[in-house]
């Protein structure tokens, strides 16, 4: 009797060993290949940890992160995404059978995304309008538009856009500061129908965070993203 104890002793010792070491690895490639669904991204990668491992299967983790390359929100590609989630919860059941990562509880979650200029101006000439030609560069905090601009009917203008992209809540959008005809400077009066450019509703990422910060420098945009800031947009 005291032989068999010992052995289902060691037995459950081993498990408990062989979930700590194989449970994360498989958890983690569940929420990377779930991710990559539903942010359209082209990779990712994801590390999920919990002490012990085996709470993991009530869907309970310590700290999660998650890398994505070339995620698409809506129209607009971020470069790359970083996502650091802490002392959360998730929905095992549609982790396992829908393959979507479902948030319960979390004490933090914490995003950052990038935006190359050449993306903007790739986003500027497939979805605005009245915007042609576009060549953008991202620079000491602001964001400057070339383009051929058609203000009234099919005649276009050269135009120069000089602004700043800002988050309201769980809205990104440019918005134009100066704005410039054929070289000369009309204030934001002559380009009213660009005063403002949507760009991206990040309610559709799957993380419910809201936009701390935005950086514009070296030829990219950086979007800060948490969930302490007050989501106005839910």
Do not use: C, W
Not at 6 to 26: E, I, N, S, W, Y
Not at 84 to 98: E, R, T, V, W, Y
Not at 215 to 230: F, I, L, N
């Amino acid at each position: 009797m005291k032989r068999l104890l010992v052995g289902l002793l060691v037995l459950g010792l081993l498990l408990v060993v062989a979930a700590q070491v194989f449970l994360p690895r498989v958890v983690s490639g569940l929420v990377a290949r779930s991710v990559e669904n539903q942010i359209r991204a082209e990779q990712v990668t994801a590390q999920v940890e919990k002490t012990p491992a085996l709470l993991m299967l009530a869907g309970k983790f310590d700290e999660m992160t998650i890398t994505a390359a070339k995620a698409q929100t809506g129209r607009l590609l971020f470069d790359e995404i970083k996502i650091a989630i802490s002392a959360a919860s998730f929905d095992m059941p549609a982790l396992l059978l829908d393959r979507r990562l479902v948030l319960g509880t979390a004490g933090k979650i914490e995003l950052s995304g990038v935006i190359t200029q050449e993306e903007l101006a790739r986003y500027l000439n497939a979805n605005v309008k009245t915007i042609k030609n576009a060549v953008v560069v991202v620079r000491d905090g602001r964001v400057i538009i070339d383009a051929q601009v058609a203000l009234v009917g099919p005649v276009a203008i050269k135009a120069t856009l000089d602004g700043r992209i800002v988050g309201d809540g769980r809205q990104l959008r440019f918005v134009t500061e100066h704005f410039r005809l054929n070289d000369r400077l009309t204030g934001n009066i002559g380009g009213a129908l660009l005063t403002e450019i949507p760009l991206a509703d990040l309610r559709q990422l799957p993380f419910a965070v809201g936009v701390r910060e935005v950086t514009m420098e070296q030829g990219k945009v950086t979007v800060y993203m948490d969930s302490r800031v007050p989501l106005d947009n839910p």
